[in-house]
């Protein structure tokens, strides 16, 4: 087990290696450039420029200087935010994105595993065809619809909530509802069927049967044998799932107005800020790797069969 951990640890250095360099040459290639806008800037104005981001450099040494950069934490200026570097910006917006993140994955598991217990122990009854039901809903509905629609709802007719903002904000932990919803929605929906279809299985299994016939009440059967198994399917999704948050958060930052990562990526992807987008690029990427690092981890620990050599 340890040297599986040591493995997987080392893999992370080539795999963010080689997605810092495709970032870097992929921006690189695209036309248009950070200075490029609809008044043309005048020549004298646009040398300076490139020399002060040393733009007027060779590719491959800009290629190595931003290798430097990277490898000594530092992200570089940002050419649209003038007076902040990429690594203020990620350092103030992060957070937030986490909190967000976080919290959708909360909901997403914990309500997604609890709908797919009732429904396995409510087998073709009204409670599983709804619940089921539900699941498809949220497959079926894109972020980018049940968000609008939640605000529409819950912010404009009934009230209940405010239309934007965050938690540092006069309106608190209200902000963080709709937005957390609306992107877990999906999530829940996956883990719902994910758990019922594998719980079912549990269920019909001989050792199921032979602790029922022991006398052992099914609240025991569920925690003690069922769910230890059950969720192993649900465990190897929150890889992807974490990915699809990680990638669903800027769509949902961008409709409730949240000070996350996920805005200043459009923004940086609108503006070709080059080094805020490799840089965002980056701490996504990492986070990616380091949430399918830990999920293989928890795995290991569920089913004690697997053997990492």
């Keep these: 087990m340890g040297r599986f951990i040591f493995n997987r640890l080392l893999s992370i250095i080539p795999t963010m290696f080689i997605i810092a360099t495709l970032s870097f040459f992929m921006m690189r290639a695209a036309p248009g450039g950070p200075f490029s806008s609809e008044k043309e800037v005048p020549p004298a104005v646009l040398e ?15 290629y190595l200087r931003f290798l430097g950069d990277v490898l000594r934490g530092d992200l570089g200026p940002s050419f649209t935010s003038k007076d ?8 103030g917006s992060l957070p937030n994105s986490i909190i ?17 217990i009732i429904s396995a122990l409510r087998q073709n009854t009204a409670l599983d065809y709804g619940s089921m ?5 949220g497959i079926s509905v894109p972020v980018f619809v049940a968000g609008p629609v939640l605000m529409l709802i ?18 608190g932990l209200k902000t963080l509802i709709m937005p957390a919803i609306a ?38 059967i569920m ?4 769910l230890k198994g059950a969720l192993l399917p649900v465990v190897s999704y929150l890889g992807p799932a974490c990915a699809g948050i990680v990638t669903g958060s800027v769509v949902v930052e961008s409709i409730f107005v949240i000070p996350g990562l996920g805005t200043y990526f459009v923004r940086s992807a609108l503006n070709r800020d080059y080094t805020l987008i490799m840089g965002t690029v980056i701490v996504y990427s990492l986070i990616l790797v380091a949430m399918n690092f830990v999920v293989d981890i928890v795995y290991s620990l569920l089913d004690p069969r697997i053997s990492y050599k």
């Design 48 to 62: 300076n420029l490139l020399k002060k981001y040393h733009m007027d450099e060779s590719l491959p040494r800009q």
């Design 84 to 91: 902040f570097t990429v690594n203020d910006l990620i350092a």
């Design 100 to 116: 967000l993140g976080l919290t959708s994955l909360a909901i997403a598991v914990i309500a997604g595993v609890l709908v797919g």
């Design 133 to 137: 039901s539900v699941a498809v809903m």
């Design 154 to 171: 819950f912010a404009v007719k009934l009230k209940w909530l405010p239309t934007s903002g965050w938690i540092t904000g006069r309106y």
């Design 183 to 220: 992107l877990a929605m999906p999530y829940f929906a996956y883990i719902a069927r994910l758990s019922r279809a594998s719980i079912v299985e549990v269920l019909r299994s001989d050792y199921i049967r032979t602790a029922r016939a022991k006398g052992l009440s099914m609240p025991v």
């Design 223 to 226: 925690v003690k044998h069922v």
